[in-house]
């Protein structure tokens, strides 16, 4: 039986790590050909397009972006699993009106030989 807690608190400590460290906390988890699949837009691959992809969100004024886990499930080896939940942003938008953001997630983790998670695959809406 596989232990879906360990990467659900991977999750979870990845958000509040993001709340502290932001675009670093970010591509820490990515994997180095780690791909980020957004609502719009191009599908970003790879460390430095997604470190460029979120230099705009983390400029917003006022920025709070939480996300939870509320489900998933590894593989029998442990090596791959996946994560879905909800996010949730607010921000101070360019003219001053204050804006909020919930969506969706998935994220496809892989362990990485120091056993350590690491993201293959984000999908938000």
């Not at 719009?40 to 969100?57: A, Q, R």
Request: hydrophobic share 30%; aromatic share 12%; with cysteine.
């Amino acid at each position: 039986m596989n232990n879906i807690k360990e990467l659900l608190n991977e999750d979870r400590n990845f958000c509040l790590d993001f709340q502290k460290n932001g675009i670093d906390a970010w591509i820490y988890r990515l994997k180095d050909y780690g791909i980020m699949v957004n609502s719009s837009g191009p599908v970003l691959t790879g460390k430095e397009e997604v470190k460029e992809s979120l230099i705009p969100l983390l400029s917003l004024k006022s920025l709070e972006f939480t996300w939870e886990p509320i489900g998933g499930n590894i593989s029998d080896d442990e090596t791959l699993g996946y994560t879905y939940g909800n996010y949730n942003r607010s921000f101070i938008d360019s003219k001053e009106k204050e804006q909020h953001q919930t969506g969706r997630y998935t994220t496809i983790w892989r362990k990485d030989s120091d056993g350590r998670w690491k993201i293959e695959l984000d999908i938000g809406n």
